[in-house]
């Protein structure tokens, strides 16, 4: 629960655009989750730019990069979670970075972008569940799982299918 993700230096969300996840994640807690947001190109609007004044949230504007993992080793150490919501071309370097630094992630991929997807070059992905899959064959840790939801009517381009990977390899020996 919260105390869970409070622990540590708390959650560390990467690619997370205008950073609704680190606003979510601050109120729901009522603070008590720290929240540092790894986003190059940070879009916060009129809703998330409170975060700037909250003493538990941080601002890393740049891409998640071994140069910022060795500058910013405090914050990875010790990370409750890794969360990573819609990453589009980030979502291998994530997948990958949870791996190698052995964190426990969230990472919940919306869709197989041709040509933005690292792998989908070399190997064509159609949807979310076949890039769940394919990141899956990377780590045989990811767990992959279906979140169902009803599409609205007003939204039909919208997937009936969430594909989310989630990974705690710190309870897995």
């Known amino acids: ?24 994640l ?22 998330t730019k409170e975060l700037l004044s909250d003493p538990g949230f941080s601002l890393e504007s740049r891409p998640l990069t071994p140069d910022l993992v060795k500058e910013r080793f405090d914050i990875f150490a010790n990370t409750s979670l890794l969360v990573s919501v819609y990453p ?5 370097t994530v997948t990958d970075f949870a791996k190698a630094a052995n964190l426990p ?5 919306c869709c197989a972008l041709p040509g933005l ?4 070059k070399k190997v064509p992905l159609a949807n979310a569940e076949q890039l769940s899959w ?13 979140l169902r939801y009803k ?15 989630s990974r705690d390899s710190r309870q897995t020996a």
């Open 105 to 109: 992630a969230l990472i919940v991929p």
């Open 26 to 47: 601050r109120d729901l807690s009522d603070g008590r989750i720290s929240v540092t947001l790894i986003e190059p190109d940070p879009r916060l609007d009129f809703v």
């Open 1 to 24: 629960g919260v105390e869970r993700l409070a622990s540590g230096t708390g959650v560390v969300e990467v690619a997370g655009g205008a950073g609704y996840v680190s606003l979510a």
């Open 88 to 92: 589009h071309e980030a979502v291998e």
């Open 117 to 120: 997807t690292q792998s989908s």
């Open 151 to 165: 599409s609205p009517e007003s939204l039909p381009s919208l997937s009936n299918y969430l594909a989310s990977i």
């Open 134 to 146: 394919h990141l899956q064959n990377r780590d045989p840790k990811l767990l992959p799982f279906k």
